[in-house]
């Protein structure tokens, strides 16, 4: 065949081994140059911290994907060596100052959230909505159903299920076996929140293994991390059939039939099927349905979805958690039992039932739980947001657009203002507590976050702590099986606080007290 004219642009054309050379050197050069840009002209380039952390987010992924949630853990080491404000990935500052905490999560600025949207899968929850005045919306939905008021209507389920945890316990006890309360209570959590948000619950605390979301939410946690790099990842795992993600991860099962649960029960609520199982008042699905404050197209099957597997993953494992390191410090210090079940037999001798607003005036079980929730954080990971003004933080002018995070555990740990940071001390929080130059303490309790996007669940929470340990600790005595502090330690930052990877938990051999 004559190729006539095209013979000489053949000529020209490059081969494939040339192509790929021409493909290799494009590629090095535009490192090159992003290398070039991020490290010298790039608005966040004059902010301290490690060069690799500056050009390239695998620094940040070597942390978290290969070492396993260990990076808050570095970047408080890279404070130590240079300062308060560091450059952490090529786009984000990282400010290490509890005294700055509320400039940073302001209640008076609406700031944008920037990077959970892709970490779990759920775009569109209160939680993970990027955009301040949409998170706005949503929130205001929710939160009636958050209020003290709401909560309280509902608490005669909350006792019957601690009622049901504490006939577990008298069965451990009898069987005379060690009782795991690092199972236990999440399936506690579990059932009062799907009682209370959904109007039935899977029965988790009657399981005789305690089996609940825990083990779901331990193996898919530092799932997160992969997420933050490689965005695609979990659009692709949902797409997948749900027979296919249990093979590959048998304990995602229960949070698999949740989300199947909740897919039906939203798509009757849409229907206006009669759902209700309980006897209360409306499940989170009926309260957005019937918001003033949100459009039609916050109110799609896929949109409720996301919402419940916030309040599920907001809800269970961050109490939990808070009644673990609660319970295992007062197991465990003698001190601390032997006043808190003296105080809790004065204020309801002979088997009197516990009332909530007694026990919110108890001083040393408040101290306890301030403790106990300092130390379990709520969230251990970097906490982002986007101010749309520059932020001015000592020397540094922070530019408006920039993400910028603090780290809860930073501001527990801040040892000028909890002093033996590490030690549970509920005292600290007794009488009216300020910080050496006069600044109240509770100002530092920052676990349940701050500002306009702090944690809606809070009430709920405080009410599950005060009638869960008023219970456990007015009815039982403890011992512990084999175990120490490190079962309610941090050892991994999977977004929540999660301890030593190889932990039995905490267990304890139970026995009824006679007073
Ligand atoms: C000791 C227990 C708890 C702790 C320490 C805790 C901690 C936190 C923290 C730190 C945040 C703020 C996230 C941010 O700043 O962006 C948060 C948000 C949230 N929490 Fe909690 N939480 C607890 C219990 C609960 C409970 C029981 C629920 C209810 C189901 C819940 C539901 C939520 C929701 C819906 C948000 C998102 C709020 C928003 O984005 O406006 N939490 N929580």
């Known amino acids: 065949m004559d190729l006539g004219p095209f013979k000489l642009l053949l000529e020209f054309l490059p081969t494939i081994p040339e192509l ?12 090159l140059l992003l290398t070039i840009y991020r490290l010298f002209l790039h608005p966040l380039a004059k902010f301290p911290g490690p060069k690799l952390a500056a ?17 808050s853990r570095k970047i ?23 005294r700055f905490y509320d400039e940073v999560y302001s209640k008076n600025l609406q700031v944008d959230k920037h990077g959970w949207d892709t970490r779990f899968g759920t775009e569109n929850g209160v939680l993970t909505t990027v955009d301040a005045a949409l998170h706005k919306r949503r929130r205001a939905a929710l939160s009636p159903m958050f209020s003290r008021r709401s909560i309280i209507s509902f608490i005669h389920i909350i006792h019957r299920h601690i009622n049901t945890l504490s006939s577990r316990m008298k069965e451990f006890e009898s069987r005379k076996e060690p009782m795991n309360l690092t199972h236990a209570f999440p399936a506690l959590t579990g059932d009062i929140i799907m ?12 399981d005789p293994e305690f089996d609940s979301f825990h083990d779901a939410f331990m193996k898919i946690a530092g799932t997160g991390h992969l997420a933050t790099q490689f965005p695609w990842i979990l659009p692709v795992m949902n797409s997948m059939p749900d027979f296919l993600t249990e093979w590959l991860q ?10 199947r649960d909740q897919w039906d029960l939203i798509g009757k609520t849409l229907r206006g099927d009669s759902i209700k199982c309980n006897d209360a008042p409306k499940t989170i699905f009926q309260e957005i349905l019937s918001s003033r404050f949100l459009p039609p197209c916050d109110k799609t099957q896929q949109r409720l979805a996301d919402e419940a597997q916030i309040v599920v993953g907001g809800g269970v494992e961050t109490t939990a958690f808070a009644l673990n390191v609660a319970a295992f410090h007062i197991i465990n210090t003698p001190h601390i039992y032997a006043r808190l079940h003296s105080d809790l037999v004065t204020a309801f001798p002979n088997g009197a039932a516990l009332e909530l607003v007694k026990l919110e005036q108890m001083p040393y079980l408040k101290a306890i739980i301030m403790e106990a929730v300092r130390l379990t954080y709520g969230l251990s990971a970097r906490n982002p947001r986007t101010h749309n003004k520059p932020l001015r933080y000592k020397q540094w002018v922070i530019p408006a657009g920039t993400s910028v995070s603090m780290t809860i555990p930073e501001v527990s740990h801040d ?5 033996e940071s ?13 910080t050496s130059d006069g600044v109240p303490l509770e100002r530092f309790m920052v676990s349940f976050g701050r500002g306009t996007r702090s944690c809606l669940g809070m009430n709920l929470a405080w009410t599950e ?16 099986f084999q175990g120490d502090v490190t079962d309610v330690q941090m050892g991994h930052d999977f977004f929540i606080p999660v301890t030593r990877l190889d932990s039995k938990g905490v267990r304890v051999f139970v026995s009824s007290t006679s007073d």
Do not use: C
Request: hydrophobic fraction near 40%; charged fraction near 20%.
């Open 20 to 31: 790929a050379v021409i493909a290799v050197a494009s590629y090095a050069a535009y490192v």
């Open 465 to 480: 702590l005060y009638l869960t340990l008023g219970t456990m600790f007015r009815r039982y005595k403890f011992d512990i």
């Open 55 to 71: 050009v390239t987010s695998w620094y940040e992924a070597y942390y978290e994907i290969i070492l396993q949630g260990q990076y």
């Open 76 to 98: 408080s080491e890279l404070h130590a060596i240079y300062g308060p404000v560091i450059r952490v990935t090529p786009h984000e500052i990282h400010i290490r100052d509890s």
């Open 422 to 434: 590490h030690s549970f001390m509920p005292e600290r929080w007794l009488g009216e507590p300020k």
């Open 415 to 419: 040892e000028e203002i909890f002093p």
């Open 250 to 259: 048998p304990a995602a099962k229960p949070l698999l039939k949740f989300k």
């Open 195 to 206: 009682d209370y948000f959904f109007g039935f619950n899977y029965g988790q605390l009657k």
